[in-house]
């Protein structure tokens, strides 16, 4: 499995930003789609997951500010950030993982500034 995340930026507090991952290398359909950030200094943390029938799920930091989906035909996530606050700013890693197994796949990371 191979990810490939896309879409971080600069962004001004309460600007929007959306991050996409494609998907390759296997079945899209059978895995659990997320999205983890890493801030300077800090450990990666879970930030949302969505599951092969659509089912998400998010942090409490994020609910009501972010929006996890996916398209299988495009075998890709997306993580809609609105309301941006400067506590958002880290490096944000897609990750898939079947349900049946503990191993996860990264993707590269992309690094989500905001500013105040």
């Known amino acids: 499995v191979q990810l490939q995340a896309s879409g971080g930026g600069l962004v001004q507090a309460g600007g929007s930003l959306r991050l996409s991952c494609t998907f390759s290398?296997?079945?899209?359909?059978?895995?659990?789609m997320g999205w983890y950030r890493q801030a300077p200094g800090e450990q990666r943390e879970p930030v949302s997951f969505i599951t092969p029938v659509g089912s998400t799920d998010y942090t409490n930091s994020v609910k009501g500010r972010f929006t996890i989906s996916r398209d299988y035909a495009k075998n890709t996530v997306y993580l809609q950030m609105n309301t941006l606050k400067p506590e958002d700013t880290a490096v944000y890693y897609c990750s898939a993982r079947r349900p049946s197994r503990k191993n996860i796949t990264w993707g590269q990371g992309t690094l989500v500034t905001v500013s105040s």
């Open positions: 290398g296997d079945d899209f359909r059978l895995y659990i």
